[in-house]
């Protein structure tokens, strides 16, 4: 269900607040928040059959963020996985691109998640037409040939995006207004500057909303034809799981850095006491939702046997490779759809690199590649022992940069006899299957040859054919966000869901709770070492005593905290999350402050191209970049709304 671009195209079902921007009051005195309908009888029409308010509710679903593309997603683009320097004319460099530079305001904010300015989601906008949805079919008298079932599920539907908008809004501002209801046209001026909300209160709101929400959902999709993308009950309880782990951490778990934060009456609206209580509702929301999906035969994806043997280094990257591109496979729980005829593409041309020679022109990526992953991305995978390469006990990492010549031993991730970094030598599965590096093997369905898999591998340096399409500025691609397929004969990328949730991140977020709650030991062990063996490495207990120059960092509460944390960067990269994360877990203001590295990709020879150098300084401004501001203008039109601190 392709909800972005089919449903902008039917406009007259797309009810649009005719006053402009949802967050001002206009001459007509509409009020903060447009929750009062302004067109009766176009609203009417469309509850007229089943047809059409079906059309409206997948005008609900049309608000979901387009995470396909970089240029929008914030948890990809304004963590410290990639980057992109600006200015370029080859990728769009405003907005969510220029948060890396610090140019977020007050004036005309990026990413505004309230009105949808600035490569936002207008999520108020998403909640005024869900609450028009859930007013006019949740009326028995409304949409005569619209049977029970359909109705009862539809409701559910947009019960849940309405949660979800809530959500977004609350994973970036905290404390939010709740839009539970529209208010009537009769409504008072006074009455409509509604008020931010405690941030308990906003998550028990979407927590029993999703509850709700789940209750009539389908356990699974039966009409596949049709409805993928559509919203199931393992989605809903798998977003109350995110929603509560988030809860429970320290960006909103006793953190008195926003202690001062008060309603304009008064009313706090941070709680600034820790709840051990929190931990443990989030862990067994994340274990409901785990048993139910893997009810549903969802399960951790491995790649199926080729006709062509393949060897055992390839059909493990392939696994990790796949679980994010492969479509519709068995570990996803939740895929978006929206944009994906072009934002699935747009990405993947951000991360294919070009490897067919013979052919090399830049019009095989359009030019898009120059987002690409940092050094300090390919630093976080583990080495070969599964354990951080400066915890090695083994490994030796002190140079990066040092040059060395890759072994017939090595050409399932090298190509054999080519000189590349230390940095690309003896690393986890996971490294080689997600990042694409100059020298590196890229395996792909259409391989020439399958006898040694490694035909196709990337030449990224200044005066070498694949330079005739850009090469990311810091000189990594992102290899796993490409669908295997892609063809680089008709330049052909095939459509995949974007991986809003699958179940690795629920074996992560389980582990993570239920570390909190009872300390590192069995089930928290369990799920990590699910994942590592899906990742073609040795269990965390394995690694750490064989490996590690702190062989009991995994028997502590901190030090299996450090682990999880680093286990999800790895496991979800490119697939936004991380810059969520980073806020949620308070350690953004250490892990995006500082410079931005890569190698120098016009380097000609590896001595020269095997060079650390810097693109940008960046600063996190703690506290106040842990909240997003709200735009001036909404404050002056709401009496009642507060700025988030420091803005």
């Given at each position: 269900?392709?909800?972005?671009?089919?449903?902008?195209?039917?406009?007259?079902?797309?009810?649009?607040?005719?006053?402009?921007?949802?967050?001002?009051?206009?001459?007509?005195?509409?009020?903060?928040?447009?929750?009062?309908?302004?067109?009766?009888?176009?609203?009417?029409?469309?509850?007229?059959?089943?047809?059409?308010?079906?059309?409206?509710?997948?005008?609900?679903?049309?608000?979901?963020?387009?995470?396909?593309?970089?240029?929008?997603?914030?948890?990809?683009?304004?963590?410290?996985?990639?980057?992109?320097?600006?200015?370029?004319?080859?990728?769009?460099?405003?907005?969510?691109?220029?948060?890396?530079?610090?140019?977020?305001?007050?004036?005309?904010?990026?990413?505004?998640?309230?009105?949808?300015?600035?490569?936002?989601?207008?999520?108020?906008?998403?909640?005024?037409?869900?609450?028009?949805?859930?007013?006019?079919?949740?009326?028995?008298?409304?949409?005569?040939?619209?049977?029970?079932?359909?109705?009862?599920?539809?409701?559910?539907?947009?019960?849940?995006?309405?949660?979800?908008?809530?959500?977004?809004?609350?994973?970036?501002?905290?404390?939010?207004?709740?839009?539970?209801?529209?208010?009537?046209?009769?409504?008072?001026?006074?009455?409509?500057?509604?008020?931010?909300?405690?941030?308990?209160?906003?998550?028990?709101?979407?927590?029993?909303?999703?509850?709700?929400?789940?209750?009539?959902?389908?356990?699974?999709?039966?009409?596949?034809?049709?409805?993928?993308?559509?919203?199931?009950?393992?989605?809903?309880?798998?977003?109350?799981?995110?929603?509560?782990?988030?809860?429970?951490?320290?960006?909103?778990?006793?953190?008195?850095?926003?202690?001062?934060?008060?309603?304009?009456?008064?009313?706090?609206?941070?709680?600034?006491?820790?709840?051990?209580?929190?931990?443990?509702?989030?862990?067994?929301?994340?274990?409901?939702?785990?048993?139910?999906?893997?009810?549903?035969?969802?399960?951790?994806?491995?790649?199926?046997?080729?006709?062509?043997?393949?060897?055992?280094?390839?059909?493990?990257?392939?696994?990790?490779?796949?679980?994010?591109?492969?479509?519709?496979?068995?570990?996803?729980?939740?895929?978006?759809?929206?944009?994906?005829?072009?934002?699935?593409?747009?990405?993947?041309?951000?991360?294919?690199?070009?490897?067919?020679?013979?052919?090399?022109?830049?019009?095989?990526?359009?030019?898009?590649?120059?987002?690409?992953?940092?050094?300090?991305?390919?630093?976080?995978?583990?080495?070969?022992?599964?354990?951080?390469?400066?915890?090695?006990?083994?490994?030796?990492?002190?140079?990066?940069?040092?040059?060395?010549?890759?072994?017939?031993?090595?050409?399932?991730?090298?190509?054999?006899?080519?000189?590349?970094?230390?940095?690309?030598?003896?690393?986890?599965?996971?490294?080689?299957?997600?990042?694409?590096?100059?020298?590196?093997?890229?395996?792909?369905?259409?391989?020439?040859?399958?006898?040694?898999?490694?035909?196709?591998?990337?030449?990224?340096?200044?005066?070498?054919?694949?330079?005739?399409?850009?090469?990311?500025?810091?000189?990594?691609?992102?290899?796993?966000?490409?669908?295997?397929?892609?063809?680089?004969?008709?330049?052909?990328?095939?459509?995949?869901?974007?991986p809003e949730i699958r179940l690795a991140d629920l074996y992560l977020l389980y582990a993570e709770a239920l570390n909190e709650v009872q300390g590192p030991g069995g089930e928290v062990y369990d799920y990590i070492n699910?994942?590592?063996?899906?990742?073609?490495?040795?269990?965390?207990?394995?690694?750490?005593?064989?490996?590690?120059?702190n062989p009991t960092k995994y028997t502590t509460k901190e030090g299996m905290r450090a682990i999880i944390q680093r286990e999800r960067a790895i496991e979800l990269c490119f697939e936004g999350h991380r810059y969520w994360?980073?806020?949620?877990?308070?350690?953004?203001?250490?892990?995006?402050?500082?410079?931005?590295?890569?190698?120098?990709?016009?380097?000609?020879?590896?001595?020269?191209?095997?060079?650390?150098?810097?693109?940008?300084?960046?600063?996190?401004?703690?506290?106040?970049?842990?909240?997003?501001?709200?735009?001036?203008?909404?404050?002056?039109?709401?009496?009642?709304?507060?700025?988030?601190?420091?803005?």
């Amino acid at each position: 269900m392709n909800t972005h671009i089919n449903l902008h195209s039917t406009g007259k079902y797309l009810l649009l607040c005719s006053l402009g921007a949802l967050l001002s009051v206009t001459s007509c005195k509409k009020a903060f928040l447009d929750v009062v309908p302004d067109n009766i009888a176009t609203i009417d029409n469309a509850f007229t059959s089943k047809a059409e308010a079906e059309k409206y509710l997948f005008t609900c679903y049309s608000y979901m963020p387009v995470n396909y593309d970089p240029t929008y997603n914030v948890g990809l683009s304004a963590s410290d996985e990639v980057f992109v320097l600006d200015p370029t004319n080859n990728i769009r460099s405003t907005n969510v691109l220029r948060l890396d530079y610090g140019d977020q305001n007050t004036s005309d904010p990026i990413a505004n998640y309230m009105t949808g300015n600035r490569d936002g989601v207008a999520c108020y906008q998403a909640i005024r037409d869900c609450n028009i949805f859930l007013e006019n079919v949740g009326n028995p008298g409304k949409v005569a040939d619209l049977d029970i079932d359909t109705r009862t599920r539809w409701i559910a539907e947009a019960k849940f995006l309405k949660a979800y908008y809530h959500f977004l809004m609350f994973r970036a501002y905290g404390p939010i207004p709740i839009i539970d209801k529209n208010l009537p046209i009769s409504t008072p001026i006074n009455d409509m500057y509604i008020k931010r909300q405690p941030v308990d209160s906003v998550v028990s709101y979407i927590s029993h909303l999703l509850d709700n929400a789940a209750t009539d959902l389908p356990v699974s999709i039966a009409n596949i034809s049709s409805e993928l993308g559509r919203i199931t009950k393992p989605v809903a309880l798998s977003l109350k799981a995110k929603l509560l782990v988030t809860a429970a951490s320290p960006l909103f778990n006793g953190n008195s850095d926003f202690g001062s934060l008060k309603s304009k009456d008064g009313i706090p609206l941070f709680n600034t006491a820790f709840s051990a209580a929190k931990w443990q509702l989030a862990a067994d929301a994340c274990k409901a939702a785990i048993d139910l999906s893997e009810a549903q035969g969802i399960k951790l994806y491995v790649f199926p046997q080729q006709n062509v043997p393949l060897s055992p280094t390839t059909m493990t990257q392939m696994s990790i490779r796949n679980s994010m591109s492969e479509p519709w496979n068995s570990e996803l729980v939740w895929g978006s759809t929206s944009g994906v005829s072009w934002g699935c593409t747009f990405l993947q041309r951000c991360g294919i690199g070009q490897f067919d020679f013979a052919n090399a022109v830049a019009s095989k990526t359009g030019g898009h590649p120059l987002l690409g992953p940092t050094i300090k991305m390919a630093k976080l995978f583990y080495t070969s022992n599964g354990v951080p390469i400066d915890e090695d006990k083994t490994l030796d990492f002190s140079n990066i940069a040092a040059l060395r010549v890759a072994s017939h031993a090595e050409r399932f991730n090298i190509r054999e006899g080519e000189t590349t970094a230390r940095l690309n030598f003896d690393r986890e599965p996971r490294y080689y299957a997600d990042l694409g590096f100059d020298r590196g093997v890229w395996y792909m369905a259409n391989s020439p040859s399958k006898s040694d898999e490694n035909t196709f591998w990337l030449m990224a340096r200044g005066s070498e054919l694949s330079q005739s399409s850009p090469v990311p500025i810091a000189g990594f691609y992102m290899k796993k966000v490409v669908n295997w397929h892609m063809d680089w004969n008709t330049v052909t990328y095939p459509p995949y869901p974007f991986p809003e949730i699958r179940l690795a991140d629920l074996y992560l977020l389980y582990a993570e709770a239920l570390n909190e709650v009872q300390g590192p030991g069995g089930e928290v062990y369990d799920y990590i070492n699910r994942i590592r063996t899906r990742a073609g490495l040795q269990s965390v207990q394995t690694s750490w005593t064989t490996y590690s120059r702190n062989p009991t960092k995994y028997t502590t509460k901190e030090g299996m905290r450090a682990i999880i944390q680093r286990e999800r960067a790895i496991e979800l990269c490119f697939e936004g999350h991380r810059y969520w994360d980073l806020l949620r877990w308070k350690t953004a203001a250490q892990e995006l402050s500082g410079n931005i590295t890569g190698w120098v990709v016009s380097g000609r020879t590896a001595d020269l191209y095997y060079r650390e150098v810097s693109f940008l300084s960046r600063h996190f401004v703690a506290p106040r970049d842990y909240l997003w501001p709200i735009k001036e203008s909404d404050l002056l039109a709401n009496p009642n709304l507060v700025q988030n601190p420091n803005w």
